[in-house]
């Protein structure tokens, strides 16, 4: 029997997809191709975002920081699973674990609110265009972004500390690719009830109340979409607001997959694919989705690479 905050000598095996030993090798290549094109795509957001001034707007503002956040989450989990698919290393020690489970849940979290910001950024652009500027200036924006991440943060301390607190027993074997929440409860030694029901208010405070703001906002923009004449500004407004609709789906629905789902029904085998995709896919699909249809990325792009006049 041990704990996190008494059997610091010992540690974890990851057992990863070892049980799955012929997807190994073709996990091993395509993730490592995912993640090349993650560190390159969310790089050159930021990057495109500092060197043209046609994107220091709140939107692109915002946009670097989550672009930032899928670096971070994306780099938090993936090397070591690279390591574990190569069979090099399949062990993490109790510092480690906590560690990458409270990094994991700060910035999960961050994104749940950052995301929120976005929306809320949406609908001051939509429903109150004239009064834009005003309400979304610089101050407001880093006190948005600076909550986010402060909202994360109390988040991770919260959950980390309902579970670290757990005594912990068996053969310390995790049956994943990283310290993940209902992996880990499983371990406990004794009745998880409590924490279970205190991790789910969590939970749901941090997921589903965002989602519920972001529903809201986006019901105030389809009223005002509708009162738009134009089909050239309905267009636009759907190109912007689209994809952050189509990123809030795709965040969401596997957090409140992992999250919000009884420790009893959680099938450890999905959950490894589910978590393959927000700590993989997501990262590398959200900046295409931003920027697939984005002239104003692409306009940044030919001009920090000198063919703006190309691209005119």
Known sequence: MGSFNTSVGEGFILVGFSDWPHLELPF?????VFY????????????????????????????????FLDLCYTTSTVPQLLINLSGLDRTISYGGCVAQFFILLALGGTE????????????????????YTTIMHPLLCQSLAITSWMGGLLNALIQTGLVASL?????????HFFCEMPVLLKLAC?????????LFVAGAIILVVPVALILGSYAHIAQ????????????KVFGTCGSHLLVVCLFYGSAMYTYLQPMGSYSESEGKFVALFYTVISPMLN????????KDVKRALWNVLGRDSISR
């Open 28 to 32: 091993l290549t395509f993730i490592s």
């Open 287 to 294: 900046p295409l989705i931003y920027t697939l249809r984005n």
């Open 167 to 175: 005594p912990l027993c068996g053969l310390h074997c995790l049956n």
């Open 224 to 235: 005002a979409v509708l009162k738009i004449k134009s089909m050239t500004g309905r267009r």
């Open 36 to 67: 090349s094109l993650t560190l390159f795509s969310n790089t050159t957001i930021i990057t495109l975002s500092q060197l043209d001034p046609r994107l220091h707007t709140p939107m692109y503002f915002f946009l670097c920081h989550l672009s």
């Open 112 to 131: 749940c609110v950052l995301l929120v910001v976005m929306a809320f950024d949406r609908y001051a652009a939509v429903c109150h265009p004239l009064h």
């Open 190 to 198: 004794e009745d998880t009830g409590g924490t279970e029901a205190n």
